[in-house]
């Protein structure tokens, strides 16, 4: 994407290990970068069409100045969080922090530290078979939308399927969404349990009745393989109600694995059935 610089920004300010750093204060060095679509504000010389950097600057320094940290990683990460969540036209950031004469016991220029944010797409799969489905569904996608960090886009209607793996049981309700979150995939899962568990989500039996069902199915196009955590979601391609509610909001949104939409995948499922 376009890009929007603010280099070398000088802020006095209080953050640091020792005492007298938090007491004293010093000048630390703010550089970003913001990744933005400038196109329309070029076309139209229009301020609107654009990010402010100057509204950006002065953000970057009532942060700094708003509250003590001890080390730079937290006051970079406070940083792209705030300037990401500031304007929905910034997708991504890159902040670094720099401390000119960092207590080290050596001369030294600076000692900075660099990170890259952005906003991340992401899939969930929203399920319920006990008590009032639609009602644990409808708090979940609240929940999702009043996080400060998520952003919900699309929401598929619900839908009711039969159980899968463990028949035994009374129908579901299913559905998914689509989101942004500026999250990591395990920040969100946390998050999920955590929705999940405040509905009264008990895991006593794989695929047993559930209060409510939050699965991640997609994270961008991340590949992840671990333990607790699988993107994207295992045997998706074999379950009509993720694939329905999948190609309702995102038809042609590829498997990073596989290769094929959730449209390709779903014809290809019920050709088999």
């Given at each position: 994407?376009?890009?929007?610089?603010?280099?070398?920004?000088?802020?006095?300010?209080n953050h640091g290990v020792y005492p007298e750093?938090?007491?004293?204060?010093?000048?630390?060095?703010?550089?970003?970068?913001?990744?933005?679509?400038t196109r329309k504000a070029g076309k139209t010389?229009?301020?609107?069409?654009?990010?402010?950097?100057?509204?950006?600057?002065?953000?970057?320094?009532?942060?700094?100045?708003?509250?003590?940290?001890?080390?730079?990683?937290?006051?970079?990460?406070?940083?792209?969080?705030?300037?990401?969540?500031?304007?929905?036209?910034?997708?991504?950031?890159?902040?670094?922090?720099?401390?000119?004469?960092?207590?080290?016991?050596?001369?030294?220029?600076?000692?900075?530290?660099?990170?890259?944010?952005?906003?991340?797409?992401?899939?969930?799969?929203?399920?319920?078979?006990?008590?009032?489905?639609?009602?644990?569904?409808?708090?979940?996608?609240?929940?999702?939308?009043?996080?400060?960090?998520?952003?919900?886009?699309?929401?598929?209607?619900?839908?009711?399927?039969?159980?899968?793996?463990?028949?035994?049981?009374?129908?579901?309700?299913?559905?998914?969404?689509?989101?942004?979150?500026?999250?990591?995939?395990?920040?969100?899962?946390?998050?999920?349990?955590?929705?999940?568990?405040?509905?009264?989500?008990?895991?006593i039996r794989r695929w047993g009745p559930r209060?409510?069902?939050?699965?991640?199915?997609?994270?961008?196009?991340?590949?992840?393989?671990?333990?607790?955590?699988?993107?994207?979601?295992?045997?998706?391609?074999?379950?009509?109600?993720?694939?329905?509610?999948?190609?309702?909001?995102?038809?042609?949104?590829?498997?990073?694995?596989?290769?094929?939409?959730?449209?390709?995948?779903?014809?290809?499922?019920?050709?088999?059935?």
């Amino acid at each position: 994407m376009d890009q929007i610089k603010i280099e070398n920004l000088e802020i006095f300010a209080n953050h640091g290990v020792y005492p007298e750093e938090n007491r004293l204060g010093q000048k630390f060095l703010v550089s970003c970068i913001l990744y933005v679509d400038t196109r329309k504000a070029g076309k139209t010389d229009d301020l609107e069409a654009s990010v402010n950097y100057g509204t950006i600057s002065h953000l970057i320094k009532e942060k700094m100045e708003e509250k003590n940290y001890r080390l730079i990683e937290a006051v970079a990460e406070q940083l792209a969080e705030e300037i990401l969540l500031f304007d929905e036209k910034i997708r991504k950031v890159m902040v670094e922090v720099k401390k000119p004469w960092a207590p080290v016991g050596l001369p030294l220029e600076t000692v900075s530290v660099k990170i890259e944010r952005c906003w991340n797409e992401a899939f969930i799969a929203l399920g319920s078979n006990m008590g009032d489905k639609k009602k644990y569904i409808e708090n979940a996608v609240e929940e999702l939308k009043n996080e400060k960090l998520c952003r919900v886009l699309k929401v598929s209607k619900l839908i009711g399927t039969e159980p899968y793996g463990v028949t035994d049981q009374d129908e579901f309700l299913n559905g998914a969404l689509k989101m942004e979150t500026l999250l990591t995939p395990h920040e969100l899962l946390e998050l999920l349990h955590r929705i999940e568990q405040e509905a009264g989500r008990k895991r006593i039996r794989r695929w047993g009745p559930r209060t409510l069902d939050l699965d991640i199915i997609f994270y961008g196009d991340q590949i992840i393989e671990e333990d607790d955590l699988c993107i994207p979601h295992i045997d998706m391609q074999n379950r009509e109600f993720v694939l329905g509610p999948m190609c309702e909001i995102a038809p042609h949104k590829r498997h990073p694995v596989l290769k094929e939409t959730m449209t390709e995948m779903l014809v290809k499922l019920k050709g088999n059935n």
